[in-house]
C-alpha cells in the first residue's frame, strides 16, 4: 500500500466516523422516544393498570384480559361505529371540496393566485382555536349563524346538544378545517399536468366536463388517494373538536374511540384498559402508513 | 378576460369569504364588550376595544403564553440540533438505510397522541417530570425530531455533492464542508423547518392537556381553562384566542409552499 492509499483510507474512515457521529444521537433519542414508549404501551395493555389500585401495576396473570374485555364492550363498539361515520363523511367532503377548489383555483390568474393562500388559513389556525370558532357559531346566543337564520324565519335548535345534528356539527366543523389539505395536494398535481395531455383532448373536442371526467380525474387519482389516506389516519386522532364542542355528548353520540379510549386513561384512571384500545387505534395507524408508503412508493424514489 | 373566467373569479372570491368568515367572526368578537357580543343584530361598525386583551393580560394567561414560547423555542432547536446532521447523513452517506427506516418515521408522525400519552404519563410521574417545561418538550421532540431528519433530507439530496467534493479536495474535513458549505446553502429548508416545528409545538393541544397542571400549562390549555370556568366571557375567550392564532399564522402562511410537506411528515412534496 503507498503512502498516499494509506491518506486515503484514513480520510474515509474519517468521513464513515463523522456520518456515523451525526446519525446515531437521533437514531439513539427517536428509540428512547418512540419505541421505548410504544413497547411499554404494550405492556401496560397486558395489565389490569388503574390507579386507584396500586395492586394492579405489573398484573399479569390474565394477559388478554382487557382484549376479551374489549369485545364485549357496547360503548366501544358504538365509538367504532361514530369513528366510522365521521371518517367516511369528513374524507368524503374534504376530497370533493379539495378538489372543486383546486379546479376553480388552477389558474395564473393573479388574484385567483392570491385567493389560494386565503384558502390556507383554516388548516394553519391552531386546532383549538378553530374548536372556539365553531363553539361560538354553535352557541345560540352569540351565533352569527342562528341570527342569519332566525332573520329568514328559520330557528334551529343548538346544534352541539341535539342527538339529530351533534355528529353532523363535527363533520362540518373538521370539513372546514381540513378542506384545504385536499386543495392544496391537488392543486399541486395538478400543476403538474403534462400539457399535451391537455392539448390532446382539446383537439379531440373534449368538453370541459369530459375532460375533468376523463383526463383530469384519472391523473388526480394517486394524489386524492394518498390525501384521502392522511385524512382517514389523521380523523382516528380527531380530538380538541370533540373535547371542545361536545365532549362527546349528547349520550355517546359523539364519541369517537379514541375519545373513548382517553376518558377511559384520564377520566376512569383505567390506564390498562385504555392501553389495550389505544394499541389497536395503534397498529390501524401503523398499518395505515404502511399503505401510504406502498401508494408513493416512497424511500425507493428519492 | 373572459367573461366566463370573470364568473369564475368572482366564484372563487364569494367562496374565499364565506370560508373566511367563521375565522373572522372570532377575531371581531375579541374587539367588542362583552355586551356588543350579545347584540342582535350584530354590529358590524363598532368603537373596537381593547380591554378584553389587557383583562386577559392581567391573569395567569400571560404566563402560559411564556410557556408557550418557552416550550415551543425549545422543542424547535432541540430537534435541529439532534436531526439536521442525521438528515445530511441520510442524504449522504446512508440514503439505504433511510428507506428501511421511513415506516418508522411516518408510523411516528401518524401515531395517535393518546398511545404517547398513556406511556409517558405514567413515567413522567416517577421521573417528577409532569407540569415541566422539560417534559413537554420531550414529548414534542417525537414529533419534531423525525418532521426534522424527514424535511431536510431532501434539501440535502438537492445539492450537488461536487460542492462539499471540492472542499475536501482542498483540504476540508467532512465537518468543515457540512458546516462551511452545506449548511449555508440549505439555509431556506432549515428556516421552513424550524418554523413547522415551531408551529406543531405550539399548537399541540393534548400533550399539554394531560401532562401539565398549572406551571407549565400552555396558552391553548389556558384559553380552554379559560372558556371552562368563565364561560361567558366570549370577548375574552375571543381575545385568548386571537392571541394563541397571531403569532402561528404569520409564520405558517411563510411557510405555505411547505406545508403539505410538514403536515405529511414529509411524506408527499407540496
Not at chain 1, 456520518?19 to 395493555?45: D, E, G, N, R
Not at chain 1, 389560494?116 to 363553539?135: G, S
Not at chain 1, 404502511?290 to 428519492?302: L, N, T, Y
Request: with cysteine; glycine share 6%.
Amino acid at each position: 500500500m503507498t503512502a498516499a492509499s494509506v491518506r486515503r483510507h484514513g480520510v474515509e474512515r474519517a468521513r464513515t466516523r463523522f456520518f456515523q457521529l451525526c446519525l446515531a444521537p437521533s437514531l439513539a433519542v427517536l428509540a428512547v422516544i418512540t419505541l421505548a414508549p410504544a413497547v411499554f404501551l404494550l405492556v401496560s395493555s397486558l395489565t389490569p393498570l388503574d390507579l386507584t389500585r396500586p395492586e394492579t401495576v405489573g398484573d399479569f396473570s390474565r394477559p388478554l384480559e382487557n382484549f376479551r374485555l374489549m369485545l364485549a364492550d357496547g360503548r366501544l363498539g358504538n365509538s367504532v361505529w361514530v369513528q366510522a361515520k365521521l371518517s367516511f363523511w369528513t374524507v368524503l367532503l374534504q376530497l370533493l371540496i379539495g378538489f372543486g377548489l383546486a379546479l376553480l383555483l388552477n389558474s395564473r390568474d393573479r388574484m385567483i393566485e392570491a385567493l389560494r393562500t386565503v384558502f390556507l388559513i383554516p388548516m394553519v389556525l391552531p386546532p383549538i382555536v378553530v374548536a372556539i370558532i365553531w363553539k361560538v357559531i354553535y352557541t345560540p346566543d352569540i351565533s352569527p349563524m342562528h341570527w342569519g337564520l332566525s332573520v329568514l324565519g328559520v330557528t334551529i335548535p343548538s346544534l352541539i346538544t341535539d342527538p339529530d345534528w351533534a355528529l353532523t356539527a363535527i363533520i362540518i366543523a373538521d370539513t372546514w378545517q381540513w378542506f384545504p389539505f385536499t386543495m392544496l395536494m391537488t392543486l399541486a398535481a395538478l400543476q403538474m399536468m403534462p400539457q399535451e395531455l391537455i392539448d390532446a383532448a382539446k383537439v379531440d373536442g373534449a368538453s370541459a366536463w369530459q375532460m375533468t371526467w376523463h383526463v383530469t380525474l384519472p391523473f388526480l387519482r394517486g394524489v386524492l388517494l394518498v390525501a384521502g389516506l392522511f385524512r382517514l389516519i389523521d380523523s382516528i386522532k380527531a380530538f380538541p373538536l370533540i373535547f371542545i364542542l361536545t365532549d362527546g355528548g349528547p349520550g355517546s353520540l359523539t364519541e369517537v374511540t379514541n375519545y373513548y379510549s382517553f376518558q377511559q386513561a384520564f377520566n376512569f384512571s383505567l390506564l390498562g384498559y385504555s392501553s389495550a384500545i389505544t394499541v389497536v387505534l395503534l397498529a390501524a395507524s401503523i398499518a395505515l402508513s404502511w399503505v401510504i408508503i406502498r401508494a408513493i412508493g416512497w424511500g425507493h424514489r428519492d | 378576460m373572459t367573461s366566463e373566467r370573470r364568473i369564475l373569479n368572482l366564484l372563487a372570491l364569494a367562496l374565499a369569504f364565506l370560508a373566511m368568515a367563521p375565522f373572522l367572526w372570532l377575531l371581531q368578537m375579541s374587539f367588542k364588550t362583552n355586551a356588543q357580543v350579545f347584540t342582535f343584530p350584530p354590529e358590524l361598525f363598532f368603537t373596537p376595544t381593547l380591554e378584553n386583551y389587557a383583562a386577559l393580560w392581567n391573569t395567569g394567561f400571560r404566563q402560559s403564553f411564556l410557556n408557550s414560547l418557552v416550550v415551543s423555542t425549545a422543542a424547535t432547536v432541540l430537534p435541529m440540533l439532534l436531526g439536521v446532521p442525521a438528515a445530511y447523513a441520510l442524504s449522504r452517506w446512508q440514503a439505504r438505510a433511510a428507506s428501511g427506516i421511513s415506516l418508522w418515521i411516518l408510523a411516528s408522525r401518524m401515531a395517535p397522541p393518546i398511545a404517547f400519552t398513556i406511556p409517558y404519563f405514567l413515567a413522567y410521574r416517577h421521573l417528577g417530570l409532569i407540569d415541566t417545561w422539560a417534559g413537554l418538550v420531550l414529548i414534542y421532540l417525537t414529533f419534531n425530531l423525525s418532521l426534522v431528519i424527514w424535511m431536510m433530507r431532501p434539501f440535502f439530496d438537492q445539492l450537488p455533492r461536487a460542492l462539499e467534493e471540492a472542499a475536501w479536495i482542498d483540504g476540508a474535513t467532512t465537518a468543515q464542508g457540512f458546516w462551511r458549505i452545506v449548511l449555508p446553502l440549505a439555509a431556506p429548508g432549515l428556516a421552513a423547518t424550524a418554523i413547522l416545528c415551531f408551529l406543531f409545538a405550539w399548537n399541540d393541544f393534548f400533550f399539554a392537556l394531560i401532562l401539565t397542571r398549572t406551571e407549565a400549562m400552555t396558552a391553548p390549555v389556558a384559553v380552554v381553562n379559560f372558556m371552562n370556568y368563565e364561560g361567558w366571557e366570549w370577548g375574552r375567550i375571543a381575545a385568548g384566542g386571537t392571541m394563541v392564532m397571531l403569532p402561528v399564522l404569520v409564520f405558517s402562511l411563510l411557510v405555505r409552499k411547505y406545508l403539505v410537506h410538514g403536515l405529511t411528515g414529509g411524506a408527499v412534496k407540496g
